[in-house]
């Protein structure tokens, strides 16, 4: 069972494909594409950064990276140059701004919204069951009110 295991395991290896790691010679250099390419946004994953993804976009993206490093190009410059070319949405945290408020703020207006409903549900339901309980007393009543006058109508005759 074991070899089969392993037999398996050899045969599927080179499917596993391996995220490239780039060695730079100053140690400042990698540190800083390893920042890069931890918050610049995988386009074609969209839930991963392109130090995670497989993709060959983002394989290229880390590329290119590595050569705006490699050319004495500071961080704020690399991440201008993407957001000029792919927009806020490139990176994995965009900034505060009118275009991007939505995705700031909606998250905090579901939940709002959600909140506000799930209250009204309860405030709304809590009336219906006290007007519930007020009408099943006054049934309660008639129902006892009535039996009175059965039994009164019947003592009489």
Excluded at 48 to 70: F, G, H, K, P
Aim: charged letters at 25%; aromatic letters at 8%; proline letters at 3%.
């Amino acid at each position: 069972m074991s070899r089969y295991l392993l037999l398996l395991l050899l045969v599927l290896s080179p499917l596993a494909q391996a995220i490239d790691s780039r060695q730079f010679a100053n140690p400042e250099q990698q540190e800083a594409y390893e920042t890069l390419t931890s918050e610049l946004r995988c386009l074609v994953c969209q839930n991963q950064t392109i130090a995670d993804s497989n993709a060959e976009l983002a394989a290229d993206l880390r590329r290119q990276v590595q050569e705006m490093l490699e050319q004495g190009k500071s961080r704020e410059q690399i991440v201008q140059f993407m957001t000029d070319r792919y927009g806020d949405f490139v990176l994995y945290k965009p900034p505060f701004k009118a275009k991007t408020s939505l995705l700031w703020l909606g998250p905090m207006a579901f939940l709002v919204v959600g909140l506000v409903a799930v209250f009204l549900v309860i405030h709304q339901r809590r009336s219906r069951s006290s007007l519930g309980d007020n009408s099943a007393e006054a049934t309660q009543a008639e129902k006892l009110a009535k039996i009175r006058r059965i039994l009164d109508e019947e003592d009489a005759s």
